[in-house]
Structures are given as C-alpha cells and as structure tokens.
C-alpha cells in the first residue's frame, strides 16, 4: 500500500510545470514568460523543470500538446519546388489531422481556442512562433506574415468544418481530394502578388 | 407590486418555445422537427408559436439567433456577373461581420459550435439551409454542395483567425484588404472547375 503523506511527486510535479508553464504563456506570452515564474508557479525548483522539458520552448511544445515530431513537417514543406508548396502543406496538414491523436488534440486546441481566450491566446503563440514565423521566414515573399495568417484562416477553417462542425460533404470526402480543393488556395495565399501590395 | 402565481407569461413563454426549439432543432434538424414537438417541449399551445413567430422557418432562424434581414444578402450576392460572385459574396460576409451586433452572433455560434454538439448542428443545419442549399441551387455549377461546403470551410475560418484567435495582421487587416484576399477564393470555389470531377 502507499505511504500516505508521499504523493507520487514526479507525476505531480509534472503536471503542475504543465498546468504553471500554460497560464505563463498564454497569459503573458512566450517571450515574455519565464521558466523562473514557471517554477515558483508550479512550486517546484527550476532545475526540474530542465529536467523534465529541457528548454523553455520545450517546454512550450508540450503545454500546447502538440504532436512532439511537429518540427519535422516544416522543412518537408518548405523543401522543394515553390511552385507547389501550397499542395505539400495542404498534404501534411491533411495527413497530420487524419492521424486520430493529432486530430484529438489539435481540434481540442481550436475548440478551446473558440471559448477561452487563455487556449486561443496559446494557439496564436504557438501558430505565429512555430509555423507563421518559420515559414514566413523561408517563403522569401512579400508581406510574408499577412500571407501566413491568411492560410491560418483556410487551415482552421477546414479544421472546424471538417472536423468538428462536420459540413458535408467535406467532412466525408477523401483527404486526397481535400489536398485538391485547398492546395491552390494555400499556394495563391503563400506566392501570388497580393492585390494590396501595389 | 407584481401578483403572486401570475409570472409575465409572455417573455417566459416566448424563451421556453426558443429554448424548446432549439433543442428540438439541434437534435432532430430542421426536417424532423415539428412545431407540435415544440409546443409540446415547451409546454405551450401550438397556436401560441404561431403567434410569436409565425412559420417553422421563422421559428428556426429566431433559434439560431441569426441577423433577421440575412434573407436580403444571398440574393444581393447571386444577382450580377457571375466572374465577381466570390468578390460580392466576401463583400457580403465582411460587412456583416464588421457589424457589432451580427458579429457577436455569428461569432457566438461559432464558439458554441467548436464545444457543444448541438450548436454545431444548428450551425450546421443554418449553413446547409440558408446558405449552401440556395447558392448551390442558384449557382448552376457542378457539385453545387461541395463547392459551398468548401467556401464554409474558409468564411468560418476567417471567422475564428480574425475575430476569435485574432491572429495578426489578418485581425486588424482593413475589411476591404481581406475581400481581396478571401474573394479569388471563394471564387474558385464557386465557379472554377474542380480536379476531381475529372
């Protein structure tokens, strides 16, 4: 039997960087948040939370709970030819939400975007840095921030009628040709000249 | 001083026919449900519907909360150069979104569509009936309901990215700048041919 008085700490302790680390960020945001506040939030030593997450954006990472091997879409996107670059995104967005973990726990993050501004404060941290950002960075086109966050749009969009508003016959159609549908869409978004850069 | 045992019937019945019909509405959709069923829910006479709201389509639309003059817009959009219906229909949804009032209910639907299932079905249902069901019918393109689902995917998505998570620029894009980002789209989707009908 369990002693009393002795909580299994890990799991605890865990949980509590987890719960601290996601009000830091989505209160104050990723730059502004520290590990330092995250620790004396969560009422644990510093040095556990390097422990336990390494660094400050893994720890990000995992309190958004997104899928850990996220890092490894971008460059697959953003290697190859420009011209089709909206299809490889409209691709792995597609495969990455057929997978039912992913999908669970990106839905749950649109979904409770939609209702807490905390969660919606997250998803646009996590969008800007992890994706918008990066991506912006390497697209090498005008106003490549205002482009981004247009395909956001499309993305999220498809994500809630899709998946969670389940608007037919989208939701039923095959992933393939949803590529179809919205590859051209992220690709004019991503490279054409914007009728307001002129 | 208000009589006892005499509540004001009027306001109360009135919210327990909305909440009834809602429920009614979200449960069985539109076809399904019965102004009797209603009543009955509600514990109200048939007739007493009838005076409030009229029709099961006015019934409807007062469940959904949704701006009473929307009736005017689709066919604001349907009327006019079929190369602009894209441009005219991103025009339409951006000025009813700039205004406050339609916009916290659009948006409010929205929100309560991404976390309880019965929003998303009345959202559902609204869309498929009011929105894609009419221009699908009007638009004399093939896969008519496709197409509409496909543009649902992205008005909703602009929805959330700019008004819910207000991700940046498109947050504080002039609404004029997102029509000419949204409108080509939306058009492609009405109009241009589709890959996989091929």
Redesign the interface.
């Known amino acids: 039997m369990a002693r009393t008085g002795r909580p299994p700490g890990g799991t605890r302790n865990r949980e509590a960087i987890l719960a601290a680390a996601a009000h830091q960020f989505s209160k104050l945001g990723y730059d502004r948040s520290s590990l330092r506040a995250v620790a004396t939030e969560a009422g644990v030593d510093q040095a556990l939370i390097a422990h336990y997450f390494g660094s400050k954006h893994q720890l990000f990472i995992a309190a958004v709970e997104f899928p850990p091997d996220h890092e490894k879409i971008l460059p697959e996107v953003l290697t190859g030819d420009r011209a089709s670059i909206g299809e490889r995104l409209a691709r792995v967005v597609l495969t990455l939400l057929e997978d039912p973990l992913a999908r669970r726990r990106l839905t749950g993050l649109?979904?409770?975007?939609?209702?807490e501004p905390e969660a919606?404060h997250m998803?646009?941290e996590f969008?800007?840095r992890e994706v918008?950002g990066p991506v912006a960075k390497a697209l090498g086109s005008d106003e490549p921030?205002?482009r981004v966050?247009?395909v956001?749009?499309?993305?999220?969009?498809?994500m809630?009628?899709?998946y969670?508003?389940?608007?037919?016959?989208?939701?039923s159609?095959p992933a393939e040709?949803v590529v179809?549908?919205?590859g051209?869409?992220l690709q004019?978004?991503l490279t054409h000249p914007?009728?307001?850069t002129d």
Chains 1, 2 share one sequence.
């Open positions: 649109v979904r409770a975007s939609s209702s919606a998803l646009r969008l800007m918008i921030e205002l966050s247009v956001g749009s499309q993305i999220i969009g498809l809630m009628a899709r969670i508003v389940e608007l037919e016959p989208l939701a159609l040709l179809e549908m919205i051209p869409t004019r978004y914007l009728p307001l």
